[in-house]
């Protein structure tokens, strides 16, 4: 069965240029979380969906970040007017459902470099 | 964001010598979770634990979710080159939802 994808695997852009990243969660699965990885460094929360529910999007670091998911399923990242500090690995895990025992699957990852 | 203190940082050891890592909060937790993360991959989950004092085996992997309910520790036995990886620990508050707290991971390097 397929697992959670990310697109592109890697992406370099220029400072200020505006990026979007992609995430195909599990089939079925009605939540959705993106982190951000930078390197040498755990994972941070971003962002959060929920079926219909409004997003969770206490970890955005700026106004520069925002996400959408369309149809309860497919999920993009934004960001905005790219800065260097951007660069790092954004990682999109999936869950069937809410819940504390709920095991996120991660997909392997956007590597975006800011240049 | 905040972040668990987790450590070692990272290792060198032999193949064949057990491992161990460990996490420490200033907060109480309510999950402990350890995830293995490969090159260019996303973080997989080893070990799930939710009560204070829960001992659990997934293999060659050992975790514990300490008393205090603000550490945790993972043992790995009998290392073998396929182990290579960076380890994170994951906590989930009291008084949170479904936003973990990562460990900034352990770097496992096994020489053969």
């Known amino acids: 069965g397929a697992g959670v994808s990310q697109s592109p695997s890697n992406k370099v852009t220029e400072k200020g240029k505006d990026v979007e990243l992609r995430c195909d969660p599990i089939s079925g699965h009605t939540a959705l979380y993106w982190y951000r990885q930078s390197l040498g460094q755990g994972l941070e929360f971003l962002i959060y969906?929920?079926?219909?529910?409004?997003?969770?999007k206490s970890g955005l670091p700026s106004d520069r970040f925002s996400a959408e998911r369309t149809g309860g399923s497919v999920s993009t990242l934004t960001i905005q007017r790219t800065q260097q500090e951007d660069s790092a690995v954004y990682l999109c895990a999936s869950s069937l459902q809410t819940g504390v025992r709920e095991t996120q699957y991660f997909g392997p990852g956007t590597r975006l470099l800011v240049l | 964001g905040q972040q668990l203190n987790q450590s070692p940082q990272s290792m060198f050891i032999q193949e064949g010598e057990d491992v161990s890592m460990n996490c420490t909060s200033s907060s109480i937790f309510n999950t402990w979770l350890w995830y293995k993360q490969d090159p260019g991959e996303g973080p997989v989950l080893l070990i799930a634990?939710?009560?204070?004092?829960e001992l659990t085996s997934n293999g060659r992997l050992t975790a514990q979710f300490g008393i205090t309910r603000k550490d945790s520790f993972l043992n790995i036995s009998a290392s073998i080159p396929s182990d290579v990886g960076i380890y994170f620990c994951a906590g989930h508050r009291t008084s949170g939802t479904y936003k973990y707290i990562f460990g900034t991971g352990t770097r496992l390097k096994v020489l053969a």
């Open positions: 969906f929920q079926g219909n529910s409004a997003p969770d």
């Open positions: 634990l939710y009560k204070a004092g």
